[in-house]
């Protein structure tokens, strides 16, 4: 009975290893931006506890709508954006995309009116990577919308003190003139094991070496938590995929 159990055991074991190493690397199951919107919120996110944004901790609820934020706080800019909730791309999907070589064009870009176009629109239409990409739940975090506008593709930093920063009440600094962000402690190891991840899973996205030095600083200074590995196992689970760099740290 004691070897039956030993071998069942092991042999679990092994499967449970075989599915870890045979899972792809990469969002390779789903292209569309609406559904992973929709899985984002109900699945990742499926309790009030958890419904939380990522940069300055709004609370919000099953219809996206922002219902708590902390006292004092404040950003300029679309107010219509400031009570909803926005699927947030923390690596910047308009800095994916320009590496594409469809961003700058493609001879089937043309709209109705025969007009040419290129840019995202363009990268959506013809590269299947770029569309992946664009739904990987692994880059996407819920986000005040008024921040993520703020935010913009704005790289992260570490910044000093600024004085044309935007937004009060939140740890976040945003500078525009030097299109510059650096978030609170608690999301610089999100941010850079979300960009880590992005160079693995999309090679075509490039970091500067200042960059990769960072996010590399960023994260041994702000290790993983349990939240982060909650989130990870809940998007393998759902897009049947791994994430090496989460898993390793998990």
Partial sequence: ?????????GLIGMSMSLNATTLPTKNESNQ???KAKKWLYSTVYPTSELKTTIYCENKFNSKRKIVAVPD????KGSPKRLGRVEAEHVVSISNIGKHYPEYRGHPDCVDSKGRSFKGRNCVEKMNADYRYANADLYLLYP????INQLRSNYNFAQLGNISNNKVTGCDIKIDSKRRLVEPRDEVKGIAARTHLYATQAYPIFKLSRKQKQLFEAWDRLYPITAEECRRYNVIKSVQRSDNPILRERC
């Fill in 32 to 34: 569309s931006y609406n």
């Fill in 1 to 9: 009975m004691l070897i039956k159990l030993i071998v069942i055991t």
């Fill in 72 to 75: 004092g706080f404040s950003a």
């Fill in 143 to 146: 986000a005040n919308g008024l």
